[in-house]
């Protein structure tokens, strides 16, 4: 029956998600070469939850992002929010829909409008949404900066004179304008630095408790997603490749991929080295078939064998919980190739 | 506080270096007083958050900072294999760029030129560096590429830039880098624009490089991990001030500066239970305002009254451990657990 993950009440259901962008280039014979940057991705998040999304850059997490709150249209797939089908909605039904989920962008100096003060930018979506309008919404907007950790006084300031960590928050403030249920976070701490990134994460910690928020937080950082999330999804050129709680994903790795990721990351502890990822010979441009398995030419796994290449792996529950896409997954997945073998040997210039 | 003519000079001695830049916002004082030196194949760390002015730090070593802008003050001294960088003419200071120090920085694509081949690239610097044969300079490429892990070296001489992926842009541009056979290398964030994975790679190469050519390495870096991994000896900057200097084994046992300790626990852990890093109250400050006195007082839990008054000066906390911070003068302060209580 389950093979799709499911989620207790879930919020926001992902079903089959595809998202494929035509490369540039001459039309071929067969029509334009593609991208598939989502490729059938399904995920549940329950209410309350935050459901971590991590991958290196090109892995699709942020068009995933984008898809689930329906800022682009899925190939194929279906996004399910609060048991609406989001693609079956128009006009006033769907932005009645919307108003319930928000965004809130990487670069808040991007994201926000330059010409616009900061009270403007938060009074703005209220107006549109009708929630409220003139003194009302600027008293509204006082209380939300609040929040956030600013006060009054920055309302009448542009985003260029607001610090990085003041135009996350004002960010996140016009998300919350609108009294989501369900935000996306993408990337929302990568642009600070890590004293400022701190305060973020409280921050985002503490309105999840306060207005009982779900949050899909993606990340390419896994210790920024550790102790916020639930659970995480590790993403890997366009799929998922893991799902678990996130106490076990850290603690117990199922997918090579994971192990390897988890082993690269420096630790601030100078017994623990970072232990990189073979190097792999021309992975293949974007938009270049996979082999069945897309970790496949980069994977380590002492089982590894033909089955990778003929058969792509389905994410599938290899314990109670805990998803990976992987045939192997039932074994232990090492790290990293064994760091005591000789490196392959590079020869000392002159 | 450069103390008397070692007998051994170090590879590079920086005293006193202050950088300052005319901005709109009036003089901007990124770089101050700071002293530091550099053995022969060391690697040392710089690490600090954006604005810190470790950046700034890197270029001026080289002296590369646009001069009616930046102004670096007169009495600074910038001491490399014996010979004075701040009061060198044009042409001598040209053979230390690459041959005696080289730079690879953040984004390797922006240091190579998009337009020529890798091979075009490497052999004419090669040559600029050390007038041979073409022919000659071609293997001498070769062997560089081969040298920082690229696979078909003599393939990737025909590529241009965009042909090659992050993690291999970088690598090109370390060879670049060391086509001069420098003696120092300056990495300024080498991998903060790469995915993990690959920065681990990178991370490896460099460390292999050093011992492998008996490098001296200034890491600049905003990632305490890479300098746990990495470095013989961590420099930590705020606030255009280096705070504290300690091996690194010590400086990660013993934080003894209140920002160090601070920094510490802001990091996400990776290998720590569910616990939010710790944030550091308000905002970093910047450049054309610093804070009076320490200049870290404003966000320190452990400021008092003196902190307001006078900055303190590096003091010695043990053997090669300084830190810019009163506590190590008054012990019986509260302050960070790592701060030396009973000496």
Redesign the interface.
């Known amino acids: 029956m389950s093979d799709i993950p499911q989620a207790d009440s879930p919020l926001v259901v992902l079903d089959r998600l595809s998202k494929q962008f035509p490369l540039p280039g001459p039309l071929l014979a067969g029509g334009r070469a593609v991208l598939t940057a989502v490729d059938q991705v399904s995920l549940a998040v329950a209410r309350g939850e935050t459901l971590g999304l991590v991958g290196e850059s090109g892995s699709g997490k942020t068009t995933l992002g984008l898809l689930a709150v329906r800022l682009i249209e899925p190939t194929s797939g279906r996004v399910w929010f609060d048991g609406h089908d989001l693609h079956a909605l128009r006009g006033a039904s769907l932005r009645r829909l919307r108003r319930r989920m928000q965004i809130v962008f990487q670069d808040a100096t991007q994201a926000l409008n330059p010409r616009l003060r900061v009270g403007a930018a938060l009074t703005e979506p209220m107006e549109v949404h009708g929630l409220a309008r003139g003194p009302a919404a600027a008293q509204r907007a006082a209380a939300l900066l609040e929040e956030v950790g600013l006060d009054a006084t920055q309302m009448d300031r542009y985003p260029h004179q607001l610090s990085g960590g003041q135009r996350q928050r004002v960010g996140l403030a016009r998300a919350l304008a609108l009294e989501p249920e369900f935000l996306v976070l993408d990337e929302p701490v990568s642009n600070l630095d890590v004293s400022v990134a701190a305060q973020i994460l409280h921050l985002l910690a503490g309105l999840k408790r306060r207005r009982g928020l779900t949050y899909l937080l993606i990340a390419h950082h896994l210790a920024v997603v550790r102790q916020l999330a639930d659970r995480v999804a590790v993403m890997y050129r366009g799929r998922v490749v893991e799902l678990a709680p996130s106490r076990d994903l850290y603690r117990e790795p199922l997918h090579p991929y994971t192990a390897s990721l988890l082993a690269a990351i420096p630790v601030p502890d100078p017994g623990v080295r970072p232990r990189p990822l073979p190097i792999v010979e021309a992975p293949g441009p974007p938009g270049h078939p996979l082999p069945a398995c897309g970790f496949e030419p980069r994977c380590h796994h002492p089982r590894k064998d033909r089955r990778c290449i003929a058969e792509r792996p389905a994410l599938r529950e290899v314990k109670p919980g805990r998803w990976a896409a992987c045939h192997y997954a039932e074994e232990p997945a090492p790290a990293s190739p064994d760091t005591s073998a000789p490196r392959p040997s590079t020869g000392a210039p002159a | 506080m450069v103390g008397p003519e070692n007998p051994v000079s170090p590879l590079l001695a920086v005293s006193r270096l202050s950088v300052a830049y005319r901005s709109a916002g009036g003089l901007a004082r990124a770089v101050e007083n700071v002293s530091f030196e550099l053995e022969r194949g060391e690697l040392l760390a710089l690490v600090g958050?954006?604005g810190c002015g470790k950046t700034t730090l890197a270029l001026s070593l080289l002296r590369l900072l646009p001069e009616p802008v930046a102004l670096t003050d007169p009495e600074s001294r910038i001491v490399f294999e014996g010979a004075d960088l701040t009061r060198l003419d044009p042409r001598s200071l040209r053979r230390v760029r690459g041959g005696g120090m080289a730079l690879v920085f953040q984004e390797a694509g922006s240091s190579l030129n998009p337009v020529l081949t890798i091979g075009s690239q490497l052999v004419e610097t090669v040559r600029a560096h050390q007038p041979m044969a073409r022919r000659r300079a071609r293997d001498?490429a070769v062997?560089?590429l081969?040298?920082?892990?690229l696979?078909r070296p003599e393939q990737r001489l025909e590529q241009y830039p965009h042909q090659l992926s992050g993690?291999m842009q970088q690598r090109a541009a370390i060879a670049l880098a060391?086509a001069g056979d420098p003696k120092l290398l300056i990495a300024d964030e080498p991998t903060t624009a790469l995915?993990?994975?690959v920065?681990?790679?990178i991370?490896?190469l460099l460390s292999?490089l050093r011992h492998?050519?008996q490098l001296a390495v200034l890491l600049i870096t905003?990632?305490?991990?890479?300098?746990?991994?990495l470095a013989d000896r961590v420099a930590v900057m705020y606030a255009g001030r280096l705070v504290e200097t300690a091996p690194?084994?010590q400086l990660?046992a013993r934080a003894s500066h209140p920002y160090t300790a601070?920094?510490?626990q802001?990091?996400?852990?990776?290998?720590q239970d569910?616990?939010?890093?710790?944030?550091?109250?308000g905002?970093?400050p910047v450049a054309t305002a610093w804070p009076p006195a320490c200049r870290f007082h404003p966000r320190c839990p452990y400021a008092w009254a003196r902190c307001l008054e006078e900055e303190p000066p590096l003091l010695a906390v043990g053997p090669q451990h300084q830190a810019r911070c009163w506590l190590v003068d008054e012990p019986e302060r509260p302050g960070p657990a790592g701060i030396n209580r009973c000496a």
């Open positions: 958050e954006s001498r062997e560089l081969t040298a920082v892990g696979d993690g060391l995915d993990v994975t920065q681990a790679q991370l490896d292999d492998r050519l905003h990632d305490l991990g890479i300098a746990a991994g690194t084994q990660f601070a920094l510490l802001a990091v996400p852990r990776m290998d569910a616990v939010l890093p710790k944030p550091i109250p905002q970093p």
